[in-house]
Nanobody
């Protein structure tokens, strides 16, 4: 069964850094676009960053220049390096695995990891 597990959230002051990691299992990793989404209280879940198997990336405008997504196809892991964090980055961050050409309803989601940025 496909599975992704996040780690690395926590509490940090504004201007600080955090690194999130996600380990995937039971998937052909290179065929998946791996993404990070976040959901703040009272808001809809939004895409933060994603990376296709070929290395192509896509970032939300709000995090460009501050967040960097990377993946290791050999280890089936994806990471999100976050710098210059802002209070508005506070949210639960979710790892997503989307197989190319497959309906997104079949995506695999992690349980989420809390990121809290204090002012």
């Amino acid at each position: 069964q496909e599975r992704v597990v996040e780690s690395g959230g926590g509490l940090v002051q504004a201007g600080g850094s955090l690194r999130l990691s996600c380990a995937a299992s039971e998937i052909t990793f290179s065929l998946y676009t791996m993404g990070w989404y976040r959901q703040a209280p009272g808001k809809q879940r939004e895409l933060v960053a994603e990376m296709r198997g070929d290395g192509t990336t896509n970032y939300a405008d709000s995090v460009k220049g501050r967040f960097t997504i990377s993946r290791d196809n050999a280890k089936s892991t994806v990471s999100l390096q976050m710098i210059d964090l802002k209070p508005e980055d506070t949210a639960v961050y979710y790892c997503n695995a989307h197989r190319i050409y497959r309906d997104p309803q079949w995506d695999t989601w992690g349980q989420g990891t809390q990121v809290t940025v204090s002012a």
